[in-house]
């Protein structure tokens, strides 16, 4: 028995092994490294994937309970040769300094950013003329992927241009 994805547009059929994690797979099975794995136990975010296009932890995923499902990895948000604006801003802001968990917050922020642009209630404030997205906002809706190197104000400025 065999289960589907697509994952960036592509479908493949993988192994059926009721254990076997979305991030192993993606990275073992489908060599999408870009994915990381931090903890492997849905704390820190490095794994992030948008699944059906919702941000989810894909060590916490079990890959049989997704038969027909689509992934997006971040190699299929870009490439080095033709970026996303997300990309490019965490570039151009320096938003990573080892950039292990970047990858993860690319994910993530690409999934918050689509979130506010489809009317996602405030989770920090009721007051409607606030600015769209505070700091506070932005930080309480990243704050499942965490920055060993603690570059949090660049990532906030990154994401902040390439919402602009
Ligand atoms: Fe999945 Fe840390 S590796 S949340």
């Known amino acids: 028995m065999k289960t589907t994805l697509t994952v960036n547009g592509t479908q493949h059929e993988v192994g059926h092994d009721p254990r076997r994690t979305l991030l192993d797979t ?26 059906n296009g919702e941000r ?35 570039v151009e802001r320096d938003g990573f300094q080892c950039g292990y968990c970047t990858p993860g917050q690319i994910m993530s922020a690409t999934a918050m950013l689509k979130e506010i642009a489809e009317g996602s209630p405030s989770y920090v404030s009721d007051d409607l003329d606030a600015p769209k997205l505070s700091d506070g906002e932005m930080a309480e809706r990243m704050s499942g992927n965490l920055c060993r190197c603690s570059a949090y104000p660049l990532i906030r400025e990154a994401i902040a241009m390439a919402a602009e």
């Open 26 to 51: 993606l990275r073992d099975d489908l060599g999408l490294t870009g994915t990381k794995k931090g903890c492997d136990h849905g704390q820190c975010g490095a794994c992030t994937v948008l699944l």
């Open 56 to 90: 989810v932890n894909s060590c916490l995923c079990l890959t049989a309970m997704h038969d027909g499902d689509e992934i997006t990895t971040i190699e299929g948000i870009g490439a080095p040769e033709r970026l996303s604006a997300l990309q490019r801003a965490f």
